[in-house]
């Protein structure tokens, strides 16, 4: 699998995880920052969407940058979350983006007190 059908696979099982949660997921028509829109009783939220196969010794390494050569920080005013996806595992990371200060994160699920464990499979915001 491809780093596009990869990109594909995390955004299908994203928008079925968050109809399951009673979400309506929107799809913008033009390229943007985010990747899907979700609503729920009249709250917005742009999702940018990451996802990773490769176990790295005990972690999943995500990018939280955007572009080629100098890469650029997600900011609140491109994206309100970015939902980190660990297909395998079926995990959801739903970090809002002012949680994240850094151009890379890594993800420990089988870590429970680990940075960012709040939240993992956690579809509360």
């Known amino acids: 699998m491809d780093a596009k059908e990869l990109g594909a696979l995390g955004e299908m099982m994203f928008a079925t995880e968050a109809l399951r949660h009673g979400f309506s997921v929107?799809?913008?028509?033009c390229d943007r920052k985010f990747d899907l829109i979700l609503?729920?009783?009249g709250r917005f939220h742009r999702i940018?969407?990451?996802?990773?196969k490769t176990l790295i010794n005990d972690y999943y390494h995500f990018a939280t940058s955007h572009g080629s050569g100098t890469r650029e920080k997600y900011t609140r005013e491109n994206i309100d979350i970015i939902c980190c996806i660990i297909p395998a595992l079926r995990c959801f990371y739903m970090i809002p983006i002012n949680k994240i200060?850094?151009?890379?994160?890594r993800l420990y699920p089988?870590?429970?007190d680990s940075r960012f464990s709040e939240f993992m499979n956690n579809w509360d915001f």
């Open 110 to 112: 089988n870590k429970p």
């Open 101 to 105: 200060k850094v151009k890379s994160v």
């Open 39 to 41: 609503e729920k009783n």
């Open 48 to 52: 940018q969407i990451k996802t990773c």
């Open 26 to 29: 929107c799809r913008p028509y």
